[in-house]
């Protein structure tokens, strides 16, 4: 079977984010591989849980980040955390209109699961994860 989490940090207000976080993964029992999905800030306090929580790591066979905002520059001192949050495990699904900067008329040709290559201030903020664009607007 599969074990999945949907991490939802706002359920208890946005001031009560890493604590809804730390509870929800503390409690995980898993007996099989874990996959996550993390939208938004699930996927900055979830990388922030890991930071202190490693174990999880070799937990996770599958991680998807949606328009996360989570930073690779956290992890710079954890090497294996860093490698992994940019290992074929983990997928980044990125938004056609994420930044201000972006119009659709920059990225309304992209299909859901295409390539999404970053500059370099997204491949400075999220490293080597692969990127694929969402297809929406």
């Given at each position: 079977?599969?074990?999945?989490?949907?991490?939802?940090?706002?359920a208890r207000g946005a001031y009560n984010g890493m604590d809804v976080t730390s509870?929800?993964?503390?409690?995980v029992a898993l007996k099989g591989p874990l996959y996550v999905l993390a939208h938004s800030a699930a996927g900055?306090?979830?990388?922030?849980?890991?930071?202190?929580?490693?174990?999880?790591?070799n937990?996770?066979?599958?991680?998807?980040f949606t328009d996360s905002t989570h930073n690779i520059q956290w992890t710079r001192e954890d090497l294996c955390l860093n490698?992994?949050?940019?290992?074929?495990?983990?997928?980044?699904?990125?938004n056609c209109a994420e930044r201000p900067t972006d119009?659709?008329?920059?990225h309304r040709d992209k299909k859901a699961g295409e390539v999404a290559e970053g500059d370099v201030h997204w491949c400075r903020r999220f490293g080597g994860i692969k990127t694929v664009w969402a297809g929406t607007i």
């Amino acid at each position: 079977g599969w074990n999945v989490v949907l991490l939802d940090p706002n359920a208890r207000g946005a001031y009560n984010g890493m604590d809804v976080t730390s509870k929800s993964l503390d409690h995980v029992a898993l007996k099989g591989p874990l996959y996550v999905l993390a939208h938004s800030a699930a996927g900055g306090y979830l990388v922030r849980y890991m930071m202190d929580n490693n174990s999880l790591v070799n937990q996770i066979s599958g991680l998807v980040f949606t328009d996360s905002t989570h930073n690779i520059q956290w992890t710079r001192e954890d090497l294996c955390l860093n490698d992994f949050l940019q290992s074929s495990i983990c997928l980044y699904i990125r938004n056609c209109a994420e930044r201000p900067t972006d119009t659709f008329a920059n990225h309304r040709d992209k299909k859901a699961g295409e390539v999404a290559e970053g500059d370099v201030h997204w491949c400075r903020r999220f490293g080597g994860i692969k990127t694929v664009w969402a297809g929406t607007i």
